[in-house]
């Protein structure tokens, strides 16, 4: 008797942590995690359209880029203060660009030396929302 009693505690036990751990909530993503649809402005062809696709932990934030020129991978990137700055490597060069968020939109310059800009983008909304 006195081990089943054992027993049945040590199940009420192992019930009562996998709940617990169940119930931890993973983070939630930052406000850049998504889909951002942009467009550069200033460039020598002009305005360019490109789409960000960015996760966000913290001030750390990764992703990659699409353009009509072709896609790659942000070597760097930090969100602080609302304040966003992406570092692109390329066989091209080097891209960079800074950002503001304001009410769900970036708004900022980028640099390729000796071309600079400006640029913007929405946030589009979840895959399963549209």
Known sequence: MKAHRISLAALALLIIVAYVQGAEKKPKPGPLTGTWECTAHGGPQGDLPFT???EQSGEQVIGSVESPMGGTEITSATFKKKHLEIHIDTPQGSYDLTARLKKG???GEWTHDPDKGTWE???QPPAAAR
Request: aromatic share 0%.
């Open 121 to 123: 983008g929405s946030k």
């Open 52 to 54: 960000l696709t960015l």
């Open 105 to 107: 939109k970036l708004t």
